[in-house]
């Protein structure tokens, strides 16, 4: 089943800290980020429904 972009907004509003697919807070990274230029993936995968998904982060901002 591929979520919804309700789903999905509700998941990126939390910061990723529930499941976009049950709300369980059991969440697990799964295996090391991997970076390619400007952005940067990692599988996570719930422990409530064991659905995985890949989280993708973009670089928005540098700090001195």
């Known amino acids: 089943m591929a979520l919804t972009k309700a789903q999905k907004r509700k ?7 529930l499941c ?10 799964l295996g090391l980020p991997r970076a390619d230029g400007k952005h940067m993936t990692q599988d996570i ?3 409530g429904c064991g659905k995985i998904w890949t989280d993708i982060y973009t670089l928005s901002d540098i700090e001195e």
Do not use: A, I, R, T
């Not at 998941?11 to 800290?17: P, S, V």
């Open 11 to 17: 998941y990126l509003e939390k910061c990723g800290n």
């Open 20 to 29: 976009p697919y049950c709300n369980s807070e059991g969440l697990e990274v």
């Open 45 to 47: 995968q719930c422990f």
